[in-house]
């Protein structure tokens, strides 16, 4: 059973930082894409960031802007999430997901391609 867990989430001021992991457990596949989600009260799910195995091809959300920076140790299965620079609009529980399926750069942001979630962590920012 694959199975996500995410962690890293908590309560930092504006500006400040944090480094978010996802460790995934009962993992058999060569070829992944993993990356990361984020939903705030009221709001849709939204991608963040999210990278393919096979060649490190990543996606970040254009509200990003060069603060997040994901990354991926494929001998732990684990990718990481650094936030920089955060924002009170940061303010999300942030879910980790991973899909088998053959993916290309483009289907990194969509939700739907992803079938393995984690329970998510929680950031929050404050002003």
């Known amino acids: 059973e694959v199975q996500l867990q995410a962690s890293g989430g908590g309560l930092v001021q504006s500006g400040g930082s944090l480094r978010l992991s996802c460790a995934a457990s009962?993992?058999?596949?060569?070829?992944?894409?993993i990356g990361w989600f984020r939903q705030a009260p009221g709001k849709e799910r939204e991608a963040v960031s999210c990278?393919?195995?096979?060649?490190?091809?990543?996606y970040y959300g254009d509200f990003v802007k060069g603060r997040f920076t994901i990354s991926l140790d494929n001998a732990k299965n684990t990718v990481y999430l650094q936030l920089n620079s955060l924002k009170p609009e940061d303010t999300a529980v942030y879910y980790c997901?991973?899909?088998?399926?053959?993916?290309?750069?483009?289907?990194?942001?969509?939700?739907?391609?992803?079938?393995?979630w984690g329970k998510g962590t929680q950031v929050t920012v404050s002003s």
């Open positions: 009962g993992w058999i596949f060569d070829d992944y894409a």
């Open positions: 997901a991973a899909s088998e399926r053959p993916m290309s750069q483009v289907g990194l942001r969509h939700a739907t391609l992803y079938d393995y």
């Open positions: 990278i393919l195995s096979s060649d490190g091809s990543t």
